[in-house]
């Protein structure tokens, strides 16, 4: 199982980003997917989530309102469209798929991509 993350970089506050998840090795449509992202010194924290069927996505309450969650089944690659990006933001960012238990969990996902770096600065 292979997940490759892109789209990453550094972008100003209030700036956005599109994240790109590219999977292979699992029958995509099948697997729920999903977002997290790492900070410096902190804990990996959940940013987005979305099934199988891609309805009832859920998100962190930090980025709610400003993050989306979308997939492309035929391309078999997930997104995080990112908005009024904020330097809070700053974190390394994970995608993750066929989680096993709570969403929010970060041990409940088995699959993880390598992380792709997002900066949020002026």
């Known amino acids: 199982v292979q997940l490759q993350a892109s789209g990453g970089g550094l972008v100003q506050p209030g700036g956005s980003l599109r994240l790109s998840c590219a999977v292979s090795g699992l029958t995509f449509r099948d697997v729920d997917m999903g977002w997290f992202r790492q900070a410096p010194g902190r804990v990996r924290e959940f940013v987005a989530t979305?099934?199988?069927?891609?309805?009832?996505?859920y998100y962190g309450d930090s980025v709610s309102g400003r993050f989306t969650i979308s997939r492309d089944d035929a391309k078999a690659t997930v997104y995080l469209q990112m908005n009024s990006l904020e330097p809070e933001d700053t974190a390394v960012y994970y995608c993750?798929?066929?989680?096993?238990?709570?969403?929010?969990?970060?041990?409940?996902?088995?699959?993880w991509g390598q992380g792709t770096q997002v900066t949020v600065s002026s």
């Open positions: 993750t798929a066929h989680p096993t238990g709570s969403y929010y969990n970060a041990q409940s996902w088995p699959y």
């Open positions: 979305i099934p199988r069927t891609g309805v009832n996505t």
